[in-house]
């Protein structure tokens, strides 16, 4: 069984910038793909970014170029660094380990607020 624990959201202003983490624990597969989520109310959770074990990365389309995923394989951590924030990147962002297109985990949920 893997854990996931994410920690890093808040409020911040437009055009601001968050760091979020996750780290895991438990029974990870050596080969595996990490990465983030999020939702808003009402909605379906969307991809965000996702990397590999071998630092391959994946983005959405709308967080291309400000946003960062990266890991830390001796540490188990992935980290999304946003930058120049939108109102619309407002939602809560869940960690996700996978492998081989199969999910093991989610984190329980990080609330990323961007407003004035």
């Known amino acids: 069984q893997v854990q996931l624990v994410e920690s890093g959201g808040g409020l911040v202003q437009p055009g601001g910038s968050l760091r979020l983490s996750c780290a895991a624990s438990?029974?990870?597969?050596?080969?595996?793909?990490m990465g983030w989520y999020r939702q808003t109310s009402g909605k379906e959770r969307d991809l965000v970014a996702t990397?590999?074990?071998?630092?391959?990365?994946n983005y959405a389309g709308s967080v291309k170029g400000r946003f960062t995923i990266s890991r830390d394989n001796a540490k188990n951590t992935v980290y999304l660094q946003m930058n120049s924030l939108k109102p619309e990147d407002t939602a809560v962002y869940y960690c996700?380990?996978?492998?081989?297109?199969?999910?093991?985990?989610w984190g329980q949920g990080t609330q990323v607020t961007v407003s004035s």
């Open positions: 438990g029974s990870i597969p050596s080969i595996n793909t």
């Open positions: 996700h380990l996978g492998k081989g297109g199969i999910g093991l985990a």
């Open positions: 990397i590999t074990t071998l630092g391959s990365t």
